[in-house]
């Protein structure tokens, strides 16, 4: 009993062009998706190297950088045709290291993290209302750090040093 149609042997394919994509449809996919490979590892090495020529032109001395470890200091010195070689860079004042020239992660913005001062007169008036309503009891919720905040202050001079272990 056969479960399924079959065709003769010398019967004409009923469409060549499935006859044709059944015998090598898997052989094109397999050639496009290798392709396409190439062509994306291509592509992600360029974009890798045009952020690595953005990062050393941006790289001169008196620039502030993050390092890898979460340092941030300023270039003293740094050559970004040679990789190999070092880069100094100062922590503090007075105090220079030497590192890797690629455990600079990133050049800092110097505008990064300040407030224009619109921005902070804005924040200046919300603090003021916050104030406000506080002292009016219109805002009543409390956290738990300033309620532990109020029975230090409250409590008597001395009274948060004792542990309850008795004493010997």
Do not use: C
């Not at 740094?78 to 890797?100: F, I, M, N, Q, T």
């Amino acid at each position: 009993m056969l479960f399924f149609a079959t065709t003769p042997a010398d019967a004409p394919p009923a469409n060549p062009a499935l006859q044709f994509f059944a015998e090598y449809g898997l052989l094109i996919i397999l050639a496009l998706l290798i392709v396409f490979m190439f062509w994306s590892q291509r592509r992600r090495a360029q974009r890798m190297k045009a952020e690595q020529a953005e990062k050393s032109r941006q790289l001169l001395p008196g620039a502030k950088v993050l390092l890898q470890g979460g340092f941030y200091g300023t270039i003293v010195e740094y050559d970004g045709d040679d990789l190999s070689k070092s880069a100094r860079v100062e922590l503090a004042p007075g105090v220079e290291v030497e590192v890797h020239s690629q455990a600079i992660l990133r050049v800092v913005d110097p505008s990064e993290g300040t407030l224009t001062e619109d921005e902070y007169i804005e924040a200046e008036e919300h603090h003021e209302e916050y104030v406000a309503d506080v002292e009016q009891g219109l805002i009543t919720s409390v956290s738990d750090d300033a309620a532990r905040a109020r029975t230090v202050d409250t409590a008597p001079e001395g009274a948060g040093d004792r542990d309850d272990k008795p004493r010997a």
